[in-house]
């Protein structure tokens, strides 16, 4: 392993933003490839901080701290990356659903998956049913994620799959789910691609979905 | 700096008696004393406090206050025991709460079975090193009274076995005055020296007087032992109230604290300035229909925290209760009882606080129940910390830099300070998926597989081959002895 992608590594690990963002630039000066700095220096180190999270010696905000740091590194990868044709891991759009302002949940998952390597584009609170719908059209995301705390907000969901639907997007793209009121048996009856307990799980099923389509 | 007047770290307390109330239950205690008397078995003992000025009328000895007096000017406030190496542990004073096991259950709940059979040496074996591998529990007694050794020396078993198995200070009983001079030539051979013993304690004997007002002829003898050589003794009540006290709680309260400070006066005539774990003990409440001496019950509850008081009013070190149940398995009860003992006795700020793991009124011993109060005491430790205000603490620049509707959970604030957040370990804090996924047991499931693992994988540090020798000679001594009476 070279020197400056164990360096990137460490970086990621303890969360050092500006280290990251310094290192990732020094090594594309130094005409490291961007698939290896990925691969060798972000992905790695986020893989390190997902087994001491599994292990009990990470907790969520260092884990969110790192995901800050690698989402640096990978913004500036971005263009190389596309250039050098290295798929992305993939593109999600993220929302609290309409008549509900709670978004401590949503910005966790919205960190996570970033950490994951996912480019996510944040719609905000309050998003409306139509919204989700046009940013599907506008962005062709691989995931639209809603997340609820309210039950009182929870149909929205449903509204907004089926705006989804209505522009005809709904087999271009996979719907999850969160919140604390929402159950696998929830996304079911909606007709929603999956649903998770937590931003970790979150992270994983976005995986999992993106194999199964391939 | 805005803040710096505000720089304070208040502890959560809780408060029964008023000062007046206390003022009253001392002079009803002294009352008590001077007018009904006590009752002393014990010869040495009955002699010993003729001479220093008390009435002795017929069997009745009257105590005057300035005895009473003397005696709180003589016992140390200041009592420490240390661990098995001598290094300081517990700090009995104040309000500073250490938490053990109870001692001298005839049954346990079975770690493997679940069935409830007589306590064997082998459980107290295995309690010792679960408590010796417990963060949250600071001192140990051995729980079981062991059913299959011989049982006129059973209490040498019990403190080989515990001895052998933690380096926690030890609370033990001790079935007569031979007995513990054996027990005491063990924590010697430990010590390296009696010198070593007495310098850094790393024992303190249980006894108590026989309610109501009664100091056994075996209890004086006892005494006699430990306070000669100085050694730390607790000398508390245990009296079941409605039956062996008035039932309402002033004239319990008075008749304990009575034998609490007749107590205190044998100890500090036979050896000025031994130190005694005096305040606080057991008033348990009678229940009046089955007849069982409850520990669950709120005036046992309340009886307690108003001894406890009464112990601090004194200077008095402090025993206490926690971790304790009526209930007969661990189950919704137990875990209720326990829990609120553990945070009565931290918020009353008992200082000895023993009986963790105990059920069926102090009959039996559970595994579950030691781990999940081990939990509980973890939890309750964190509360009472209190909440700390400073310019760190009060994070002005973090709130005013996230400002409205951000988020705090990447700010550096977070990062330095989250950790000293409490963190269960079997209790659940996880949502319903993962819980599921994880198996979906519950605390008693996961109490018990915690302590499976601490007793099959947990090494106390060893006692060296001639310490072990030396209390092996002693326990042959002791059975030897035992075979020549037989």
Known sequence: MKDEYEMIFKAVIEGDVEGVDKLVRDALNGGAKSGDILNQGLIRAMDEVGNRFERGDFFVPEMLISAKAMKTGLAILRPYLVEAGVASVGRVIIGTIKGDLHDIGKNLVTMMLEGGGFEVIDLGTDVAPEKFASAVREYSPDIVGMSALLTTTMVQMKNAIEAIDDLGLRDQVKVIIGGAPVTQGYAEKIGADGYAPDAIKAVNLAKSILRSTG | ?486
């Open chain 2, 1 to 486: 700096m805005l803040f710096k007047q505000l720089l304070e770290y208040s502890q959560p307390k809780l408060r029964v008696l008023s000062e007046d109330q206390k003022n009253a239950l001392h002079s009803a205690s002294l009352d008590v004393l001077q007018r009904t008397g006590i009752s002393v078995q014990s010869e040495v003992t009955r002699k010993r406090l003729a001479d220093a000025g008390c009435q002795i009328d017929a069997d009745r000895i009257k105590i005057p206050e300035r005895l009473i007096e003397w005696s709180l000017s003589q016992c140390p406030k200041h009592v420490v025991l240390c661990d098995r190496d001598g290094n300081p542990a517990m700090a009995l004073e104040g309000r500073n709460c250490y938490f053990g096991t109870g001692s001298d259950t005839p049954f346990v709940i079975d770690i493997d079975s679940g069935l409830h059979r007589s306590a064997v040496i082998e459980d107290i074996e295995n309690v010792s090193r679960l408590t010796d591998a417990l963060h949250n529990l600071d001192f140990l007694m051995c729980m079981g009274i062991a059913s299959d050794v011989p049982a006129q020396i059973s209490d040498l078993y019990h403190f080989q076995a515990m001895v052998s198995n933690t380096n926690k200070p030890i609370v033990f009983t001790a079935w007569n005055s031979s007995n513990l001079e054996a027990i005491v030539r063990m924590a010697e051979a430990v010590a390296g020296s009696l010198e070593n013993l007495i310098r850094n304690p790393f024992i303190a004997l249980y006894s108590e007087p026989i309610a109501p007002l009664i100091h056994s002829q075996l209890g004086c003898e006892k005494l006699e032992v430990i306070c000669r050589l100085g050694l730390p003794v607790v000398y508390t009540p245990g009296l079941i109230t409605g039956a062996s006290s008035p039932v309402s709680y002033a004239g319990a309260i008075v008749v304990a604290n009575a034998e609490i400070l007749s107590g205190l006066l044998i100890t500090q005539l036979i050896h000025p300035g031994t130190p005694v774990i005096a305040g606080g003990g057991g008033m348990m409440t009678m229940d009046m229909h089955s007849m069982i001496a409850s520990y669950g019950a709120p005036e046992f509850m309340l009886d307690w925290c108003s001894l406890r008081e009464m112990g601090a009013y004194y200077g008095l070190p402090v025993f206490g209760f926690a971790g304790v149940s009526d209930a007969h398995i661990f189950d919704q009860q137990a875990g209720i009882e326990g829990a609120l003992w553990v945070l009565l006795s931290a918020l009353a700020g008992g200082n000895l606080i023993h009986d963790v793991g105990y059920l069926e009124s102090g009959l039996t011993t559970s595994y579950e129940m030691i781990v999940a109060m081990d939990e509980t005491i973890g939890l309750v430790k964190r509360f009472m910390e209190g909440v700390l205000v400073s310019d760190d603490t009060l994070a002005l620049n973090t709130i005013a830099s996230v400002g409205p509707g951000g988020h705090f959970l990447t700010e550096r604030h977070t990062l330095d300070h989250f950790r000293e957040n409490w963190r269960p370990d079997v209790f659940c804090h996880s949502n319903r998926a993962n819980w599921e996924g994880a198996g979906a047991s519950s605390l008693g499931d996961k109490a018990l597989q915690k302590a499976r693992k601490i007793i099959s994988t947990h090494t106390p540090v060893p006692l060296t081959e001639h310490v072990i020798a030396g209390i092996e000679t002693i326990l042959k001594e002791a059975r030897a002895q035992l075979d020549g009476i037989d």
